[in-house]
């Protein structure tokens, strides 16, 4: 999982998730795959995607009362995704739960997910958690908070942004994974995320995988941004 480079098919459907893929056609790739589009091609979409041979976080930030997300993760856990996730927020006894749900759901013999719990959001700043959740100590350390929360109820990582990535290895060690999207080249409009970096950035800052999304589904030529953003990631010279 680590060094990975996680593309999000943020598409309404099927037809947008298979047009994008044509010039990948040769190529496995790790592909996450959101409420947008699971929400409209349910189940299927995953099970296509995983017998075409490539990697699958299924985000869809479960959110609920501990019993609610072990029922969904036991059934979740049947399509064989390598990643899920849960929002950090719902507590530690909601993260245990999940993992629960996830153990009884993989079959015999197989992998459980890994399961990783969303801290703040990438598209959440500090002026904003502290107005809005009420939550007064700096972004960083509610960030830190949740990130240890989820290591004590056994989650495998984190989602956050490159910017806490270093001090969350230091925190929780270097096999809890970080997970950051908000990433953009420097040229690119950040839109609605708040904390967003770079690829070389995050490699510097030793992040376990990005996401990125429009910057490659939205780039005039899709293979050519992700080739691009690959190598920045990878720290190859251009
Ligand atoms: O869990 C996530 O994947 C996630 C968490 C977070 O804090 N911020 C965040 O942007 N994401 C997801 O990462 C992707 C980022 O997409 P772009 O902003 O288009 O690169 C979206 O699919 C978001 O749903």
Not at 142 to 151: D, F, G, I, Q, T
Request: with cysteine.
């Amino acid at each position: 999982m680590n060094n990975s480079f996680i593309i999000a098919l943020d598409f309404p459907d099927k037809k947008g998730v298979t047009q994008f893929l044509q010039p990948f056609e040769n190529e496995k790739l790790f592909l996450k795959v959101g409420m947008e589009l699971y929400y409209q091609e349910g189940p299927q979409m995953i099970l296509d995607l995983k017998s075409q041979g490539h990697q699958i976080f299924l985000d869809l930030k479960l959110h609920d009362i501990p019993n609610t997300v072990k029922s969904a993760m036991k059934g979740l856990a049947r399509l064989e995704c390598d990643l899920v996730n849960v929002h950090a927020a719902g507590g530690a006894e909601m993260m245990s739960a999940a993992l629960e749900g996830l153990e009884q759901g993989t079959a015999t013999g197989k992998k459980r997910p890994l399961c990783i719990g969303v801290t703040q959001l990438t598209s959440t700043s500090e002026e904003q958690m502290q107005a809005e959740q009420l939550i007064q100590v700096p972004l960083q350390e509610s960030v830190l908070h949740y990130a240890s929360l989820s290591k004590q109820a056994g989650l495998d990582g984190v989602v956050c942004s490159p910017f806490e990535a270093r001090d969350i290895r230091e925190q929780c060690g270097s096999s809890f994974l970080t997970v950051t999207p908000g990433i953009r080249l420097s040229t690119d409009d950040i839109q609605d995320q708040k904390r967003a970096a770079t690829p070389d950035f995050a490699r510097e800052e030793g992040v376990s995988a990005i996401v990125v999304g429009r910057s490659i589904t939205r780039a005039e030529d899709s293979a050519v941004a992700y080739h691009h953003i690959k190598q920045l990631w990878e720290g190859v010279r251009l």
